[in-house]
Nanobody
Framework: QVQLVESGGGLVQAGGSLRLSCAAS????????TGWFRQAPGKEREFVAD????????NYADSVKGRFTISRDNAKNTVYLQMNGLTPEDTAVYYC?????????????WGQGTQVTVSS
């Protein structure tokens, strides 16, 4: 059973930084992708970034390119999201999710989420 545990959220002023962590357990992840998503109040959940566990290849939403960096530590089975230059529009609950590299747009495993609040 895959388990994902996010941490690192909090309250930060605009222009500040946070680093989110997603600790994964329950299987090997060589051919899996871990993604970060976020959902703001009253809005749909949106994709933020993802990374392939083995290749390390990454993808980003246009809204976070140049500000956020996704990375992974395979030894710790942990994926990070470094968020710099935060704005109030980044306020949301951030979730990490895992999917097979062989399946598009189906994310069966999710964490519980961590709140990020950016004050102006």
């Amino acid at each position: 059973q895959v388990q994902l545990v996010e941490s690192g959220g909090g309250l930060v002023q605009a222009g500040g930084s946070l680093r989110l962590s997603c600790a994964a357990s329950g299987r090997t992840f060589n051919n899996y992708v871990t993604g970060w998503f976020r959902q703001a109040p009253g809005k749909e959940r949106e994709f933020v970034a993802d990374i392939h566990w083995s290749r390390g290849s990454t993808n980003y939403a246009d809204s976070v390119k140049g500000r956020f960096t996704i990375s992974r530590d395979n030894a710790k089975n942990t994926v990070y999201l470094q968020m710099n230059g935060l704005t109030p529009e980044d306020t949301a609950v951030y979730y990490c999710a895992v999917k097979s590299d062989y399946v598009k747009n189906v994310w069966p495993y999710w964490g519980q989420g961590t709140q990020v609040t950016v004050s102006s």
